[in-house]
């Protein structure tokens, strides 16, 4: 059974820092990883999408790398602002799951002015 | 491009009541996801939905149902709620299985 795990639980930082999220799961037989953000009381909102070919991809301040052999992906963020203040979701596509995502606890980012 | 339309955005309703909730996919995804986020849970896979039939479903008692139309709309349905199916449920569109999930904004059920 696949289980993912997000580490740290909440994170707080000063404005203008760089930070990393930590995401692992247990089974390295994946299609790919999806990283999400998701605002108090909202949906989530689709941040980058590694295929399992992949190794890393990028957009903007955001870089989500992928290391399936060791079950690891993490989420780097550049000069943090405080509207990245929100909870963040990685989520895996097993490859004997079908189109099942499973989805780590989360990560709940605040970022101070 | 209009995203995933999920309708009601609230809803109360009484134990034992049953409910349903809809969902509107992306313009040409055909599979449509929907999930169970609470608190103490997390996000749970609820059932998958691919050309009108069920093609994955989730670790959930028959009281949870759903259905595809034609047009790749969704509805998922739950019958005699009870107090612990207060949850924010989501639904999520895919063009295709190596494809990303684009999610919708949820519907907020409060079971009384």
């Known amino acids: 059974k696949q289980e993912v795990t997000q580490i740290p639980a909440a994170l707080s930082v000063p404005e203008g820092e760089n930070l990393v999220l930590n995401c692992s799961f247990t089974d390295s037989a994946i299609y790919n990883l999806q990283w999400f953000r998701q605002d108090p009381g909202k949906g989530l909102t689709s941040l980058l999408l590694i295929q399992s070919s992949q190794r890393e991809q990028t957009s903007g301040r955001l870089n989500a790398s992928l290391d399936k052999s060791s079950g690891r992906s993490t989420l780097y963020i550049a000069a943090s602002q405080p509207g990245d203040s929100a909870t963040y979701l990685c989520?895996?596509?097993?490859?004997?799951?079908?189109?099942?995502?499973?989805f780590g606890e989360g990560t709940q980012l605040t970022v101070n002015p | 491009k209009a995203g995933v339309t999920q309708t009601p955005r609230y809803l109360i309703k009484t134990r034992g009541q049953q409910v349903t909730l809809s969902c509107s996919p992306i313009?040409?995804?055909?599979?449509v996801s929907w999930y169970q986020q609470t608190p103490g849970q997390g996000l749970q896979f609820l059932f998958e939905y691919f050309s009108e039939t069920q093609r994955n479903k989730g670790n959930f008692p028959g009281r949870f149902s759903g259905r595809q139309f034609s047009n790749s709309r969704s509805e998922m349905n739950v019958s005699t709620l009870e107090l612990g199916d207060s949850a924010l449920y989501l639904c999520a569109s895919s063009p295709g299985t190596e494809k990303g999930y684009t999610f919708g904004s949820g519907t907020r059920l409060t079971v009384v």
């Open positions: 989520a895996v596509r097993h490859e004997t799951s079908g189109s099942r995502l499973t």
């Open positions: 313009s040409g995804h055909r599979s």
